[in-house]
């Protein structure tokens, strides 16, 4: 199952390092990344494959939103079907 | 990969624009409930139920997660309760009506919908029943929704069911007049209803559909307001395009939720129901969306209009989203419901015969609306005759949700809290409509009911 992981929040240090290291404790593939800093703002979106994933679906969900907290960011991931319906015919 | 600017887009949809699926609704047929007492009926509805939905509510909080898109309601539907309750000695159908609450509140849905009867072209002893419990139902019962079809196109209106009907309302809020009348609120007068609406208070699971199936609702009018703010100014091709093009996204959402709870309950999907249901909260108004298309306040010259193009590109858009597309499927207009509604009420540019014209255009009818507590049940029948005559004769599901306000006058604000809001205390016409309702009879179908 691939997903889309998107991070919104204040630009910090060490954003991306904190979420590939999670997802790289739970066996979580990194497929595509693109991110942008607006006025401060950090943006990252990310395809991600969680066909290997050691844990279930909402436990990555619940550590991304922990994560989230933690930096004083919004993360959260979402299955790529929503996009996929909503944006392509 | 997707665009960043498809992803953000997306995610301010449900961050900002109050995007949801508003309801996933199980339709649960009970036909094979019956029996002669009404207390065996009763345990026998509660099991099934209890049985059938049991996973409902966490599936859809599994959708919601991994999707990371809110479903506001998850629901239940069932066959005509003046049907399943035919065969009873009782003559009381409460206890049917205390079951389907109890089930309601053990798997954890917010309503359920089915005490209902299709009485349009005449009433079965059944039938009389279930209407004349449905006043002590509605006010033993939290849960439960009621709704009497008097009307359709086929076979015009039945007067004496809504003679009958203006007195059923009239005693169902004297019962509930401690809550501000609320078991009105859970009680519709329908012409031509449709048997898979997922929407409360109106739903019931029709005798021609499935055993089991899942409708999804979904909604979206602070989307449709969003997309409208971009094109100030621009003819109404360019709106009516931006409004198609929002609902078949809003739609696209709804079809897979449908299609993953259909899956995942072992459940055959049914419909995806695309109408533009408000909510009282700010930025999700079916009457903003009219006000954005150039109206000072909704209510005034200019609002049927508005809203015609807005329920027929609501459907445009939609049709093509999904696979099956049913319910009521419009933009709903429900004045307790709708934070704009409710202000252009309260500033007088919204009236009862302004609701009626707008009823011709969209898909329900006059909604969540409340009235005087001292209105007679001849002027309360006679106000669901006038909308029952704008279905049947314009081929289409009207609906009179109506509550008349114990001890409350013109102008006061009733309460009813929640997704169900506050509505001021409308004005009706006070010349009397008595010697009309006592008629009775029925009024004929129209000519272009000969079809055949």
């Known amino acids: ?89 | 990969m997707h665009s960043q600017k498809e992803i953000l887009s997306t995610i301010n949809m449900i961050d900002h624009q109050h995007l949801d699926v508003r309801t996933i609704t199980m339709g649960i047929s009970l036909l094979d409930c019956c029996s002669d007492d009404v207390n065996v009926t009763a345990d026998k509805i509660y099991n099934k139920i209890t049985t059938l939905a049991k996973d409902l509510v966490k599936v859809g909080e599994d959708i919601e997660r991994e999707f990371g898109i809110p479903i506001v309601n998850k629901r239940i539907s069932v066959t005509p309760i003046g049907i399943v309750a035919a065969a009873c000695k009782q003559t009381d159908y409460t206890p049917i009506a205390i079951a389907l609450d109890k089930a309601a509140k053990t798997v954890g849905v917010n309503f359920i919908g089915g005490f209902s009867a299709l009485v349009h072209k005449g009433m079965t002893k059944g039938d009389i029943n279930l209407i004349n419990s449905i006043p002590s139902a509605l006010a033993s019962t939290e849960r439960v929704c009621s709704s009497v079809s008097v009307a359709s196109t086929k076979a015009g209106i039945n007067m004496d069911a809504v003679a009958l009907m203006g007195r059923i309302i009239k005693k169902t809020a004297d019962l509930t007049a401690d809550k501000a009348g609320f078991g009105c609120a859970k009680l519709v007068v329908f012409a031509n209803p449709v048997e898979d609406n997922p929407f409360m208070a109106g739903a019931f699971h029709g005798v021609s559909e499935a055993e089991c199936i899942i409708n999804v609702g979904v909604s979206g009018p602070g989307v449709v307001h969003h997309a409208l703010k971009k094109c100030k100014g621009q003819p109404f091709d360019v709106v009516a395009e931006t409004i198609k093009k929002t609902a078949f996204k809003i739609t696209r959402m709804g079809q897979l939720v449908a299609s993953e709870a259909s899956q995942r309950l072992g459940v055959p999907a049914g419909i995806v129901d695309l109408s533009l249901a408000p909510t009282p909260e700010k930025g999700d108004s079916v009457a903003r969306i009219l006000e954005e298309m150039g109206l000072e306040v909704c209510g005034t010259h200019g609002t049927t209009a508005a809203l015609a193009l807005l329920n027929d590109a609501v459907k445009k858009g939609g049709v093509m989203a999904s696979n099956h597309v049913g319910g009521l499927s419009g933009a709903f207009i429900p004045v307790s419901e709708d934070e704009g509604m409710i202000e252009a009420a309260l500033r007088n540019a919204l009236t009862l015969d302004k609701l009626e014209a707008m009823t011709c255009v969209c898909s329900v009818g006059l909604d969540m609306i409340a009235v005087p507590g001292d209105t007679s049940a001849e002027t309360l029948s006679a106000i669901i005759a006038d909308e029952a005559a704008i279905g049947v004769v314009n081929t289409k599901t009207t609906a009179v949700r109506i509550i008349p306000a114990v001890g409350k006058k013109v102008g006061e604000i009733v309460e009813f809290g929640g997704l169900l809001g506050s509505a001021p205390v409308m004005p009706v016409h006070e010349f009397s409509s008595a010697d009309f309702i006592s008629r009775g009879g029925r009024i004929p179908a129209p000519m272009h009911s000969l079809k055949n």
């Open chain 1, 1 to 89: 199952m691939k997903a889309i992981i998107t991070v919104i929040g204040k630009d910090t240090t060490g954003i991306i390092a904190a979420v590939c290291t999670l997802l790289a404790e739970r066996k979580i593939n990194i497929l595509d990344i693109s991110q942008t800093v607006m006025e401060g703002f950090f943006t990252m979106t990310m395809l991600v494959d969680l066909t290997e994933s050691t844990v279930a679906f909402a436990d990555v969900s619940d550590a991304l939103n922990l994560k989230g907290e933690e930096m004083g960011l919004v993360i959260r991931i979402q299955r790529e079907d929503i996009f996929d319906k909503m944006h392509r015919i």
